[in-house]
Each structure stands twice: as structure tokens, then as C-alpha cells.
């Protein structure tokens, strides 16, 4: 679990906080979502919650985040990581470049928690099968599209198993298949109690996986429910994040008097087709 309780930063070069005033608690085995517009502070809150604030960004903070019941800032980064992992924006900074293979990639946080070898082998294994990587097993690294990165990053966390996992944007470099695909096996492995905190803009992935969505704009968090509460808030275009497709054609179609009235927004394709469908039947 991790909590931020009226958590306020700034960087060492800021002349103002760059998130303010954060109160969040992101529960084991839910799947939260964050979304905002670029520059309000995700990836500054993802730091923030794996410890990277305050301890490699240095700067100045009011407030707490806490991780487990283990407050961040009292806590050193190599504790820290046995129990929270940060997939970062930019996979080719994430690979190690202290191993050959992907295999040995995927393997070298279990090498340096010591995970017995035996275990460490099956979780490798486990990993690239539900991520679909077993063929790049002997790859080096280096040589992966930035997709595959990416994936090879999500990879590399999963396997220490974490009790919270931060993910910046994990599948910007993925096709619409991968993306889902690593969404996907996120919603499957916070079923086994992790904490699940996921950065992504695309939302029809929230809309169909995540349980809890939070909004971030200007470093303040101003929104929060489920993914239908958010993905159809009627603030979404004015805090710059726009909404799923589905639920933009469906508005169109209510303007047009095509949308079952009194039903609320889709944010899903099952939703959209399900509303359009009663529509239909409705007019038979
Ligand atoms: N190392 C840094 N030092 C000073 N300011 C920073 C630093 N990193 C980010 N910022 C500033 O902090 C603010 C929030 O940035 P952050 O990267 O957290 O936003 P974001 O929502 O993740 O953006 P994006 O979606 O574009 O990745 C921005 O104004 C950015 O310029």
C-alpha cells in the first residue's frame, strides 16, 4: 500500500512546488490509474512514491509518503526497493547493461535480492510467458525495438514481485496488442495482492482494467472515482486529457437523440455497443 498525506514538493531548481499539497492511498490489490495533462507532476508523484524522491532528486517536501507503513523519506532506497518497484518512462535508462541476455536482464534484480536460484528461474520463466518474450530469451537487450524495452522493463519489476509497482507510462512505445497485452497482465498479477499504480494515457485500457482512477493537473489532484465517474466527467476536455473514444461517439449520437436517454456514458466498446444496441430496440 502506499499513502501520500498532503505530500508537497519542489526540485532542487524549482521556484515552486511541483506537486501540492497530495493526499492518495493506493490500496493492495486495487489497480489505480493516473492521468493527467504533460507537465502536472505523474512522473514526479511515481518518483515520489518509489523513494527516488527525496532520496536520488534530492529537494525540498512537506508531508509523507509512506510505503507499507515504512515512511519514504526515513526509509534508505535499497530497503525501499525490496518492496516497491518503478518501471520508468524510458526503458533503455532501466536496462542494467550488467548482463548479456534478456533473460539475465529479467533475472538481475532477483540476483541482487537474492532470491534462491531455483525460484528465480520459474519467476523468469513465469514472467516472459504471460508477457509474451519468451522468443527474445537469448536477445541482448540493446538490440529490442523500444517496445520491446518497454516490455522487457515491465519484465524486469514483475519478477522481483513487489508489494506496490509503479508504472510511468509503461506502453508508450507499444502497438495497440502489446499495450493491452501489459495492462492486462497487470489487472491479473494485483489479483495476487499487489499494489498496482499505473501512469497512461490510454484510457480505453483504464476504462477496461483499472478500479480507481485519479486526475493530476497543475501538481494538484483533482479528481478521483471510478473509471466510468472519471472517463465521462464533463472537465475532462478542460483539464486536457480528453475522454475514450466510445464515450465521444456516444455524446455525439445523444446530441443527434440516438443515445437510450437517461443512460449514462460508455467507457468501453461492450458498454458503447451494449447503450447502442438498447437504442435500436428501443426504436423497434
Ligand atoms: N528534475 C527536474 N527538475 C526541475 N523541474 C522538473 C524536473 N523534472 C520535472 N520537472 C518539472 O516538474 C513539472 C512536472 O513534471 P513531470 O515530468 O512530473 O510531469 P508529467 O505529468 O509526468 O509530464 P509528462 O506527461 O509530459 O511526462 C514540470 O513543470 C517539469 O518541467
Redesign the pocket.
Known amino acids: 500500500m502506499i499513502t501520500f498525506r498532503d505530500f508537497t514538493y519542489a ?1 532542487p ?2 521556484e515552486s512546488p ?1 506537486l501540492h499539497d497530495i493526499t492518495l492511498d493506493v490500496h493492495p490489490g486495487r489497480f489505480h490509474g493516473l492521468v ?1 495533462p ?7 508523484l511515481a518518483m515520489a512514491g518509489a523513494g527516488f524522491i527525496p532520496h536520488a ?1 534530492g529537494g525540498e517536501y512537506t508531508g509523507d509518503v509512506t510505503v507499507d507503513g515504512l515512511t519514504v523519506g526515513d526509509t534508505s532506497l535499497p530497503e525501499l526497493v525490496t518492496r516497491v518497484g518503478l518501471v520508468q ?1 524510458d526503458p533503455f535508462n532501466q536496462i542494467s547493461g550488467a548482463r548479456f541476455s534478456v533473460r539475465e536482464e529479467i533475472a538481475f534484480g532477483c540476483e541482487n535480492l537474492g532470491t534462491e536460484r531455483g525460484e528465480m528461474v520459474r519467476r523468469v520463466d513465469d514472467v516472459m510467458r504471460m508477457l509474451d518474450i519468451t522468443h527474445l530469451a537469448e536477445r541482448s537487450p540493446y538490440e529490442l525495438s523500444g517496445g520491446q524495452q518497454q516490455v522487457i522493463a515491465v519484465a524486469s519489476m514483475l519478477v522481483m514481485q513487489p508489494s506496490v509497482l509503479i508504472l510511468d507510462e509503461p506502453t508508450s512505445q507499444l502497438d495497440p496488442a502489446g499495450s493491452r497485452m501489459v495492462v492486462e497482465a497487470l489487472a491479473t498479477i494485483r489479483q495476487s495482492g499487489m499494489t498496482v499504480l499505473l501512469i497512461e494515457h490510454k484510457l480505453e485500457l483504464l476504462a477496461e482494467y483499472a478500479d480507481e482512477l485519479h486526475v493530476l493537473t497543475g501538481g494538484r489532484l483533482v479528481a478521483e472515482g471510478t473509471p466510468e465517474e472519471i472517463l465521462t466527467d464533463t472537465r475532462m476536455e478542460e483539464w486536457g486529457i480528453g475522454r475514450p473514444r466510445f464515450a465521444t461517439a456516444a455524446m455525439e449520437a445523444r446530441r443527434e437523440g440516438a443515445w437510450p436517454s437517461g443512460r449514462s456514458l460508455p467507457v468501453t466498446l461492450d458498454a458503447a455497443a451494449a447503450g447502442f444496441r438498447a437504442f435500436l430496440e428501443g426504436k423497434r
Open positions: 526540485y531548481t524549482s511541483v493527467g504533460g507537465g502536472s507532476g505523474k512522473s514526479t532528486q518512462q
